[in-house]
């Protein structure tokens, strides 16, 4: 990639503070966070995000909204009566095995024994 094309690829500023209000946000009504939704409110193509985000941070987008989608069940797990079904759905996962094979992925553990510590 030419020094042109990567100053232009690289002008797209995605911080991580503001894909985490976009995640908080979505946790908060109880729907699932979109990449794809966050490409539209940018105004660019989820590829063009995915790219950039990657570039910039590291860690590709939706790795990361997946981590912040696990620290928020970790949290409800800990401090909340909810069974583990109630927590992924509260975080945004759209079936209980998506939860918790997402889960067991960034925890090493299941959901279910990480509630009863």
Known sequence: MDLLLYDAFMALNVRKVDVARYVADCLRREDSPRASELAMQ?????SHLSRTFHARHGVTLSEF???LQVRRAEMLLRNTKLDTTHVGYRCGFGTRRSFFRTYRRFKGDSPRRSSRR
């Open 65 to 67: 909204i997946k981590r």
């Open 42 to 46: 940018y105004g660019v193509t989820l």
